[in-house]
Each structure stands twice: as C-alpha cells, then as structure tokens.
T-cell receptor, first 121, second 113 residues
Framework: EAQVTQNPRYLITVTGKKLTVTCSQNMNHEYMSWYRQDPGLGLRQIYYSMNVEVTDKGDVPEGYKVSRKEKRNFPLILESPSPNQTSLYFC????????????????????FGEGSRLTVL | AQSVTQPDIHITVSEGASLELRCNYSYGATPYLFWYVQSPGQGLQLLLKYFSGDTLVQGIKGFEAEFKRSQSSFNLRKPSVHWSDAAEYFCAVGADNTDKLIFGTGTRLQVFP
C-alpha cells in the first residue's frame, strides 16, 4: 500500500530536549516536505526537499532541521524544542512532473502522512 | 509573493444541498491551484488541481472547481453534498513552481442530515 508514515504520532516532551520525527514514503517520490498545522493558520511549510541531498527552507524553518540522505526518508529534527513548536506536523511527498514551460516541478499531488501531534512543555 | 484567502471559516449545509467554497489568490501571473480535503484525524488528500487548459476542473468525490482569472478565484463546488463530505477544505497556491505551496487557512464544512 502506498503510504507516508510518520513516527511518533503523539509526543509530549519538555523544552530543550532534542527530538526527531521520522517520515518515510514507499512511493519512490522525489519531493518531500514538512508542514505544521496550527488553528487559524492553516498549513505552513517548514522545509522541503526536491531530491536526495537537496533541501530548502519553507516559510517557517526557524528551530527545525532536516536531512535527506535517502530518497524514502525525510526526518524533521528539533534540536532544542520550545513551547511555540507545539503543533500538528505533517510530512508529505509527491512525484516531480512537467510544468507549463516544460521544466521539472513538483506535481502538487501531495500524499500526506497521518500527522504527528507534538506538545512541548 | 503569492497568497491565498479562504473567506469562510465555517460553512453548514444540509445533506443534498449544493456547495460552493470560496478561494481567492493574489499573484501576478497564472498560479498553480489546488484543493485538498482533511477528514478528522487524517492527513490531507488532493481533490483536484489546475495547471493549465480547461478552467473547469473535475476532481474526485464529485467535486469540481473553476479557475476565474478575472476574479482571482478558484472556488470549489459540489451539486449535492453527502454527510461524508463533512471535513476541512484547504485551497493551495503555487507560483512559478509548486515546491512552495501556500495553503489557505481552511474552511470547515458541517453537513446536517
């Protein structure tokens, strides 16, 4: 079954204790991305990766790190979590395809994981 | 920079009634446009997308959306809503590329029997 798997699904931690949220996809997708979802703010992009060893910042990257050593995995690292990082986190992946001008781009058909609810005390 | 607005935070309809969810964007050229749905406790699922061509786009679950350049809108419609359509709906916009999609704040749909 094609899926994006995130772990842990729920986590309560304390300020400053490093944590990693794992994300793995089995669809051979080039593109992967992390979002956080907060009430009234919708989804905001944290980081994305267009392929192995290629990552870039989204709109809210502060306090987060990512790596893309393998195509299937895209972990999100919080080196020193703070209460304002309490949120619902989603990992997503998609294929790359052809854009209007013929260049390569993310098809936008994002497949999402089920989310990881993180609470930082 | 592009932006997207979903003016309605919460909409309530009766089962069988028609539905239109509004989405307005701000971008100088033609953007890439998407609608996603999020059922309670789940991740998002793509309903439909507009890249180019026909401005009326058909999606899954009986949904459609129309890109209107003159109004900078990409409203989602369904002729007859089912109770299972109760969910949160997100419009998303990509500018020159789709690597950085901007999501709206969502519209929560409630369906009464």
């Amino acid at each position: 079954e094609a899926q994006v798997t995130q772990n842990p699904r729920y986590l309560i931690t304390v300020t400053g204790k490093k944590l990693t949220v794992t994300c793995s996809q089995n669809m051979n997708h080039e593109y992967m991305s992390w979002y956080r979802q907060d009430p009234g703010l919708g989804l905001r992009q944290i980081y994305y990766s267009m392929n192995v060893e290629v990552t870039d910042k989204g709109d809210v990257p502060e306090g987060y790190k990512v790596s893309r050593k393998e195509k299937r995995n895209f972990p999100l690292i919080l080196e020193s979590p703070s209460p304002n990082q309490t949120s619902l986190y989603f990992c997503a992946s998609s294929l790359r395809g052809e854009g209007r001008q013929g260049g390569s781009l993310n098809t936008g058909e994002l497949f999402f994981g089920e989310g990881s609810r993180l609470t930082v005390l | 920079a592009q932006s997207v607005t979903q003016p309605d935070i919460h909409i309530t309809v009766s089962e069988g009634a028609s539905l239109e969810l509004r989405c307005n964007y701000s971008y100088g050229a033609t953007p890439y446009l998407f609608w996603y749905v999020q059922s309670p406790g789940q991740g998002l699922q793509l309903l439909l997308k507009y890249f180019s061509g026909d401005t009326l786009v058909q999606g899954i679950k009986g949904f459609e959306a129309e890109f209107k350049r003159s109004q900078s809108s990409f409203n989602l419609r369904k002729p007859s809503v089912h109770w299972s359509d109760a969910a949160e709906y997100f419009c998303a916009v990509g500018a020159d590329n789709t690597d950085k999609l901007i999501f709206g704040t969502g519209t929560r749909l409630q369906v009464f029997p």
